[in-house]
């Protein structure tokens, strides 16, 4: 009996000992991190645009729409006057394409090796004309050109025309009329149109003479009145761009132009007083 009971002591210890000895489970294959799958990350393309500021409000839509149809490309824009981005081009500055006021701008750029030919587009045509806040008295809309040589308006705002196409259309205009000489010490000059507009807005200036995708829509359009000028009161303003040389992502780029030369992006543009670039 005794020798009974130490042999089955033996057997369990023996058991045990075989049990430690083997290696650890191998893992389930049915493990639920099996399950998951790899995190997918999206990648991002900066795309830095110098445009001209009567694009202001248009473009903020145009990359909206366009952000829709491209989420890995952010477009960082900076509007000013086109004459001054010119400048800032012909010496490199850091960005990878151009909306210009004038097409001559881009053509310009090409020419010094700072733009890419193939590249080269129209997005469209401006137009100019003549706004007042609505608590002036003067009346565009009913006396047109007339109202810049009304006695109570001591200052008319421009864009200046060494900077700024739209300058150089109100100073066209002004000839044209012939009433450039009697107005001109009453020229006040925004470094470039979107200024131009703010003068006017505050107060600085009694009249001025801007863009219509600036004066015919929020909030300007709520804020004042507008009177458009016969286009053939200064040279056609037709609006172009062109892909820097040096841009950082060219596919990105040409993304872009193509979506605002195509039929959703002159819908948009459209909607801002821009008429097509055939027009």
Not at 61 to 79: A, D, G, R, Y
Not at 95 to 118: C, N, R, T, V
Request: glycine share 8%.
């Amino acid at each position: 009996m005794q020798y009974m009971k130490c042999r089955l002591v033996i057997l369990v210890l023996f058991a045990c000992l075989s049990g430690c000895d083997r290696g650890p489970a191998p893992p389930d294959s049915s493990s639920k991190s099996a399950d998951i799958p790899p995190t997918s990350k999206v990648t991002q393309t900066k795309m830095s645009v110098a445009a001209a500021s009567d694009l202001k409000f248009a473009f903020e839509e145009v990359s909206t729409e366009f952000n829709k149809l491209h989420p890995e490309i952010q477009v960082e824009t900076t509007f000013g006057s086109s004459g001054n981005f010119f400048a800032q081009l012909s010496n490199k500055a850091p960005f990878d394409i151009f909306f210009s006021a004038d097409i001559g701008y881009p053509d310009k750029l090409i020419e010094q090796g700072d733009g890419l030919k193939e590249t080269l587009f129209s997005y469209g045509v401006g137009h100019l004309g003549i706004w007042v806040r609505n608590d002036s008295e003067l009346d565009p809309e009913k006396n047109g050109i007339a109202v810049l040589s009304d006695p109570s308006v001591k200052k008319i705002a421009i864009a200046n025309p060494r900077f700024a196409p739209y300058g150089r259309a109100a100073e066209s205009a002004l000839k044209h009329f012939e009433i450039y000489e009697s107005v001109q010490d009453k020229l006040v000059l925004g470094e470039n149109i979107s200024q131009t507009a703010q003068f006017v807005e505050s107060g600085a200036a009694d009249v001025g003479m801007i863009a219509a995708s600036l004066a015919t829509v929020s909030p300007l359009r709520e804020k004042g009145r507008f009177w458009q000028l016969p286009t053939d009161s200064y040279p056609k303003l037709v609006q172009g761009g062109v892909i820097l040389s040096w841009a950082k992502d060219r596919e990105a780029c040409d993304e872009l132009r193509l979506f605002v030369t195509s039929e959703a992006g002159q819908a948009i543009l459209r909607k801002y007083g821009f008429a097509p670039p055939g027009e």
